[in-house]
């Protein structure tokens, strides 16, 4: 009886070693879960380690049982941990790239895409002017400011960039300080998160009427990793993120990752597990039935990834290691777009070779793994950026990685100029095809009616020709104001019998000077759309 019962207290102290290792490490239980795999060579080492103290064995007990062959319990322990080694091994060779290349190259698919259709002009007021880090500036000041949160919530690093209500927008979950504070206010929840408009810079500590109960940065069972371990012990989760819905209410997107290729390889998303950051609620759809407001199915990393297998496998694996022929890969660095309500990665294609130039650039959905390569040749983004600093070499000035605008239908880079303090100071575009044409502006607007000149002065863009009809009209000046126009004087005037604004430049007609109302005036002009502009004075 007493063998029995320290059996069995061993018995209950290994499961609840089990249990313990499980509930830290929460591995899927799911044979394409590596952490699964991982667990149960640990956990057979630990099995073997323990069998060995409670024999104690001597040395000359060892030489006679592999005599004897008695050690059946080692043995079956040692064999066991010897078919899941092999098998991990073997399921990661024949998962990998070396002996699939063709199934990893296949992996997305690529379509061309036309750039001026695809990507139209956005007014000033839609363009996200700040990356991550910038983002990160802001959220932390807000915070700061917050004198009753401060001192016991942080900000998340988390700023997902989404889509909410047609604009561009960073959100970030508050979080507990540290442990003590999550100790005094875990049973009242986080009870804010904050939203940053990526073009107005405007930041807002959003307050919930409720407060969120499932984070990353709770304990136990309230840990967002840990509550979705327990409601979906198969799936094996890739990289969550925080979004809002159009209501503003706060939810985590949690992709569920599909393992094309043998045990462990061609990761895609066939999942997504909605969960609601303030209830712990759950919602599983497949990936092609995810609600149109979600827009991070795909994280970015792992679609530059998928990008990069398609561009240097074409050949195979070793054509991708040695010849490298027909290899090209994502250049260093991303950014977002918003088209129709979803977020886009881009980033530039190059060859492996390393060169300054880019074959093209590729936009891929967040939502959907979309893709699209639009072949236009041109600077890679670190030479834009190098282009932009040495236009303000003398201010120290740090450009961000650029966004791709569209700007009268050329392919352009928009770059903010950061100072040591991470703050935007100026803006720079520079032409994709052409990067020696850099417009620096302590604005967007300036910025762009700079580049426009650039544009003009080196050919890009034509003077469109004026076909307005030239018209006449005698008549009696009714109205007339002076007014200053880029630092020019005009002069405003109406006659009897029109409504129409006659602007009249000093530079170019001084004799207005001598009109005033009353007097006959004859006029040749053209039509303008709110004024019209005037070729001569009589």
Not at 123 to 136: V, Y
Request: one cysteine or more; charged letters at 20%.
């Amino acid at each position: 009886m007493k063998k029995i019962k320290w059996k069995l207290i061993g018995v209950v102290c290994f499961l609840l070693f089990v249990g313990a290792v499980y509930y830290i490490t929460l591995p899927a239980i799911n044979i394409h879960s590596q952490g699964l795999w991982m667990l149960l060579i640990v956990l057979l080492i630990a099995a073997a380690f323990l069998y060995l103290i409670k024999k104690k064995p001597t040395g000359s007990e060892l030489r006679r049982w592999r005599k004897e062959k008695s050690l059946f319990g080692i043995k079956v322990i040692l064999g066991l941990l010897g078919i899941v080694v092999v098998v991990f091994l073997v399921g990661t060779l024949l998962s990998s790239p070396i002996v699939n290349a063709k199934k990893y190259q296949q992996l997305l698919n690529v379509s061309d895409g036309e750039f001026t259709t695809d990507i139209e002009e956005l007014s000033f007021d839609q363009i996200p002017l700040l990356d991550r880090d910038s983002a990160t500036i802001l959220g932390n000041r807000k915070m700061g400011s917050m004198v009753d949160m401060v001192s016991q919530f942080e900000v998340d690093e988390l700023y997902s960039q989404i889509n909410y209500q047609d604009r561009p927008v960073r959100v970030s979950p508050l979080r507990y300080a540290n442990l003590i504070k999550w100790f005094t206010n875990q049973s009242a929840g986080i009870p804010a998160y904050v939203k940053i408009d990526m073009a107005t810079q405007n930041t807002e500590l959003v307050k919930l009427s409720e407060p969120m109960k499932y984070t990353t940065s709770d304990h136990f069972n309230r840990n967002i990793y840990r509550h979705l371990r327990f409601r979906y012990p198969t799936y094996i989760f890739n990289e969550l993120s925080f979004e809002v819905d159009e209501d503003g209410v706060p939810y985590w997107i949690c992709p569920v990752r599909k393992y094309n290729i043998g045990l462990f390889g061609g990761v895609t998303v066939g999942r997504v597990v909605l969960c609601n950051a303030i209830t712990g609620e759950t919602e599983d759809y497949a990936i092609d039935d995810v609600p149109q407001w979600i827009d991070r199915a795909y994280s970015a990393d792992l679609l530059i990834e998928l990008y990069d297998y398609y561009g240097t496998l074409k050949h195979g694996f070793l054509n991708s290691v040695l010849g490298q022929k027909d290899c090209l890969i994502t250049t260093n660095g991303y950014n977002y777009l918003a088209i129709d309500d979803d977020v886009w990665v881009y980033t530039g294609v190059t060859s492996v070779s390393g060169d300054q130039s880019n074959v093209g650039f590729v936009l891929m959905n967040q939502r959907t793994m979309e893709t699209r390569f639009y072949k236009i040749e041109g600077a890679t983004e670190s030479s834009a950026m190098s282009s932009a600093e040495g236009q303000v070499q003398n201010l120290h000035y740090v450009a961000t990685f650029p966004l791709l605008l569209n700007i009268s239908g050329e392919p352009t880079y928009f770059i903010a100029l950061k100072d040591d303090a991470g703050l935007v100071k100026k803006y720079a575009m520079v032409n994709v095809q052409k990067y020696q044409i850099v417009a620096i502006g302590d604005t967007v607007s300036a910025c762009e009616s700079g580049y426009t000149d650039l544009m003009y002065e080196n050919g890009i863009k034509l003077v469109e020709a004026d076909t307005r009809q030239v018209e006449i009209i005698t008549s009696t000046i009714t109205k007339i104001a002076q007014g200053v126009v880029d630092g020019n004087s005009h002069y405003y005037i109406m006659v009897d019998g029109s409504k129409d604004i006659f602007d009249v430049s000093v530079v170019d007609f001084i004799d207005i000077i001598r009109y005033d109302v009353g007097d006959e005036i004859t006029i040749e002009y053209k039509e303008g759309e709110e004024s019209n502009t005037v070729l001569s004075i009589k």
